[in-house]
């Protein structure tokens, strides 16, 4: 007989992450994450006019602090992602967040705009690990069936963050001035920063690991630049995230040359289309996981069409439209033209290599952030030699090429899996 010390025992096998219900604490930590950077990163628009009426500046010169910001995070997303599929997302989330806090209040003690921007660049510098942090816990803890939707939710932390943003932070800045805004905001992040590193579980509570050595960073970024299957969403990434900032860059231009607003009535209708963004997040991935799920290029298509429709036939409306009529199509504009990046970003995610999911986001990302900063002022330069139409009309090729590359590849996809099933 056995003694005690020698009988044997039963275990309960530990379940999944997906199964387990402290993944709804993770999502609310990683929307947290999301939200408080959005604050601080995006906060950064909404002050543009202070550092102008400070520091006398041209309006180019006042739009540097965005695009120090957006410079700060091509040069370091890459590396974000590779750190992170590296060392985990607990950790370099929460300690870049801690970073980027520090860094908006350090721009709140110059008195030079140049120092400003220098650290605003820092501010975009350590921003770029939140995307694909957050979108690797997504992946890490819910099942392919709740990605969607758990993705559009920790999404919707950006606009979110965004409207927060643009609500709190100039009435500080009027009130008490701009360094106090970048006090208060960088405040807001290292908040952010402490919530998620308390409440955050990563690989140690999986007990899982790389299935091989992660490659260095070169190596590595060479290796997704050669995994041709993820083009075709990497191009439809471009082209969606060009339509989107390039239409929120030109909108309020647009609606008062075309229609004879003011430009309070103006920001008033486009503000529309980022207040449903927050709803089109969540739902179009919720949509996504309930009638088709894993079919992501499918929804993304979808997207990428109602998008370009909606904005031609506003295009081709003539001064005489209604204004109920232009609040439908900007809510249509902002529900897939705010609402499709949740889906791209998972897809993304889900054809990445699982000991890389963070560098390929990352290396995505980059692409994107190319694309934000050259696509408007090229959209501008063509408005000013043929109109809005013909620039609407070009944008309208680069959304509709990108769609019929996504569709091609999405067809070769599902009739693949149909094979692998039996029933092709």
Request: proline fraction near 5%; hydrophobic fraction near 55%.
């Amino acid at each position: 007989m056995l003694g005690p010390s020698l009988s044997p025992v039963t275990h309960r096998p530990t379940p999944p992450l997906f199964e387990r219900p402290y993944r709804w604490v993770i999502l609310g930590a990683a929307v947290a994450a999301q939200t408080t950077a959005s604050v601080v990163a995006q906060g950064i628009y909404t002050l543009v006019p202070f550092f102008q009426s400070t520091f006398s500046l041209t309006q180019a010169e006042a739009a540097l602090a965005v695009s120090a910001v957006n410079f700060g995070q091509v040069l370091t997303m890459l590396m974000m992602g590779w750190f992170i599929d590296k060392h985990g997302e607990r950790s370099v989330v929460c300690l870049t967040m801690l970073f980027m806090g520090l860094a908006a209040m350090a721009a709140g003690l110059m008195n030079s705009y140049i120092m400003v921007l220098g650290c605003l660049a820092l501010v975009g510098a350590s921003y770029a690990s939140v995307q694909p942090g957050g979108t690797r816990a997504i992946l890490r803890w819910f099942a392919s069936d709740q990605r969607a939707m758990a993705t559009g939710i920790r999404q919707a932390g950006l606009p979110f963050g965004s409207a927060v943003a643009a609500m709190l932070l100039p009435a500080v800045a009027y009130a008490h001035g701009w360094d106090t805004a970048l006090f208060a905001a960088g405040a807001v992040g290292l908040m952010g920063a402490v919530l998620f590193g308390l409440t955050y579980r990563g690989a140690e509570s999986s007990g899982s690991t790389p299935v091989e050595p992660l490659p260095s960073l070169p190596k590595l970024v060479r290796e997704v630049a050669r995994y041709r299957a993820l083009w075709p969403v990497m191009f439809a990434g471009v082209a969606m995230v060009t339509f989107q900032y390039t239409f929120s860059t030109h909108a309020l231009s647009f609606l008062m040359e075309r229609f004879g607003m003011t430009a309070v009535m103006a920001g008033a209708l486009y503000s529309v289309t980022q207040w449903v963004g927050i709803a089109g997040r969540i739902g179009l991935a919720w949509t996504s996981d309930h009638f088709w799920p894993g079919r992501r290029m499918r929804s993304l298509v979808g997207a990428m069409l109602v998008c370009i429709t909606t904005t031609l036939v506003l295009a081709l409306m003539p001064q005489s439209t209604p204004t109920w009529l232009l609040v439908g199509l900007f809510v249509v504009v902002g529900v897939f033209g705010v609402g499709w990046y949740p889906l791209y970003l998972l897809q993304v995610a889900e054809m990445a290599p699982k000991s890389s999911v963070a560098t390929t986001i990352s290396f995505s990302m980059t692409l994107n952030m190319v694309a934000i900063t050259v696509a408007p002022p090229l959209f501008g330069a063509v408005v000013d030699v043929g109109g809005f139409s013909l620039a609407w009309a070009l944008l309208a090729v680069v959304v509709v090429l990108a769609m019929a590359n996504l569709a091609k590849r999405q067809d070769s996809t599902e009739l693949a899996r149909a094979r692998e099933t039996g029933h092709a």
